[in-house]
Each structure stands twice: as structure tokens, then as C-alpha cells.
């Protein structure tokens, strides 16, 4: 299996990770909710990637809800010592499924505490908070009073990094005016580059930036030029959507997710694709 490692290193606060991360979402059921079908699968999958050099792993107690935290505990506790689990927090699964808003202080400590319970820690890494928006988009809200709350939950020392998510520009400068940030986690890949301007911004300052959605989440990404590219340079697409967010900017950290190791493997061998800059500049016209 190609080795994280390939992708190049980069800071999450005062710990290095590998560039090419896994994020844990579809370890959860069908829609994220309930518990998957093959739980030894999942687990095979969290232990594949660790084996393969990953030291950055995404979650959420809202996956699941409570899913996936469980099941890297079950698979990966006692962990790494290089190993970076990062959670957000923000929303709350309703008993349909349904995704909904969990963003009053309350809420933001009480699962700052579940994800803790769950995942078997004393201490979160990193938390991200997650701002609703239009749920996949970031609005103009402010994000004073619940970026506020988790501060202080760092300073308690229940939390050692913080990072935002769905959020716009002017929502991480609020944020980074209560405490120091060191990511920053949006949507963004080939066809949705909204933030192209924030990403520089936070390279320059040393933060980085985390895509979701990087293979296009639930409206996967289709296009005619990149199985073109792909086919040239006899791979598949994902991996070179995945190439094309490393080669984007160095301070982008990846995070694609599967509930499978032979995708598991297929994106960690983007870590070591190089794109010439020629194909780069057929790909920037997707967006």
C-alpha cells in the first residue's frame, strides 16, 4: 500500500501530520446514521490506514451519532503517540436521521464531553467548531458565543487546538480574534473553489486548511476532463482530484473517507501522483 508519508508533512498547532489524512464519516451506516453493516470492516479500514502512515484522522460524535468515535476506539486504543484525532462539533442527528443545529454553549460542552467518553481520551487534539450556515455552505452568522465557549473549554485544558468549520473569511478572523486557530475546514474541491483566496491567506500564516467533500461528498465529482487527465496518466479520477488538492497549496491536509481498504488504497496513492503543469491547467478550467 502507498504510505501517507509520500504527501508531505505540514502543522496542525505544535503537532506535525502527514498531508493525506482519513476521514471517518462513511464508517457510519447508510446517510451517516446507525451503525455500519460489516463492523470488522470498518475497523480493518482504520487499522489499514494507520499501517499506511495516516496520523491525521477526521471525526465526529455526530456520526453515527456516536458510530464512528466508538469504532476508532474499539480499533485504535491506546493510540499512537503521532496519531492526531480531530472532532467537530455543531450539529446533532435527530431521530429520523435528519442533520440539525446543536450550537448553544450547552450543547458545545456536552459534546465536547461525549466526544471525550467515546473516543476514550482525557484531551481533544483539535476541535473544530462547526458553524451551520446553509449546512454545507457557510452564512453570515456570528460565531461569537459558541467559538467563545469552546476557548474555554481549551482553557480548562479539555481542549489543546481549535479550528473552524463552514465557515467564511470574516468568521475566522471572529474566531481567531477569542483564540488561536490552526485549521480551518471547508468545501472545496475541483469544481467548488470558493475559497481560493482564504486558502493563501491561511498558508501564509501557517493554518491549515482542510477540504471536505474533496471527491465532491455526496454529488460525486463527474467530468469529462478529468477522466481525460486520469486516463493519460493511467489512474482514476479520484486520485487525481486528490493530487490536484495537494499539488493546490501546501498547507491543504486531506481527509478523504471509505468504509473500504481497496479505496483506502486507491487515495493514498495520490500521496505520491504528480500532475505536470500542463494537465494542472486543463483541471483549472473545471471550476
Known amino acids: 500500500m502507498s504510505q501517507a508519508i509520500q504527501a508531505g508533512t505540514f502543522s496542525l498547532g505544535d503537532r506535525t501530520v502527514n498531508r493525506m489524512g482519513y476521514g471517518a464519516m462513511q464508517l457510519a451506516g447508510p446517510g451517516v446514521f446507525g451503525p455500519p453493516k460489516d463492523p470488522e470492516a470498518a475497523i480493518s479500514v482504520l487499522r489499514a490506514a494507520i499501517a499506511a502512515g495516516v496520523n491525521h484522522i477526521d471525526t465526529s460524535d455526530f456520526y453515527g451519532p456516536h458510530v464512528t468515535n466508538k469504532l476508532i476506539r474499539e480499533a485504535l486504543h491506546p493510540y499512537a503517540d503521532d496519531l492526531v484525532i480531530v472532532t467537530k462539533m455543531g450539529a446533532q442527528r435527530g431521530t429520523d436521521g435528519s442533520w440539525n443545529p446543536a450550537q448553544t454553549p450547552a450543547e458545545l460542552v456536552q459534546a465536547v464531553h461525549d466526544n471525550l467518553r467515546n ?104 467530468s469529462q476532463t478529468l477522466t481525460s487527465v486520469a486516463t493519460r496518466l493511467g489512474t482514476s479520477p479520484n486520485q487525481v482530484a486528490l493530487a490536484w488538492l495537494l499539488q493546490r497549496a501546501p498547507n491543504i491536509l486531506l481527509i478523504p473517507g471509505t468504509s473500504s481498504v481497496k479505496h483506502l488504497e486507491e487515495n493514498l496513492k495520490a500521496s505520491d501522483l504528480v500532475i505536470a503543469p500542463d494537465l494542472l491547467a486543463e483541471l483549472e478550467d473545471m471550476a
Open 119 to 222: 473516543l476514550g481520551l482525557d484531551v481533544m487534539e483539535v476541535v473544530n467548531y462547526r458553524a451551520w450556515g446553509n449546512l454545507h455552505s457557510p452564512g453570515d452568522e456570528s460565531i461569537e458565543e459558541q467559538f467563545t465557549a469552546l476557548a474555554e473549554l481549551q482553557r480548562q485544558g479539555l481542549i489543546r487546538h481549535l479550528g473552524v468549520s463552514n465557515v467564511t473569511a470574516t468568521q475566522v478572523r471572529q474566531a481567531q480574534g477569542i483564540a488561536d486557530i490552526v485549521c480551518v475546514q471547508n468545501h472545496y474541491n475541483l469544481s467548488h473553489r470558493n475559497d481560493e483566496l482564504l486558502i493563501s491567506e491561511l498558508g501564509a500564516q501557517g493554518i491549515a486548511y482542510v477540504p471536505f467533500f474533496p471527491l465532491g461528498g455526496f454529488t460525486p465529482l463527474q
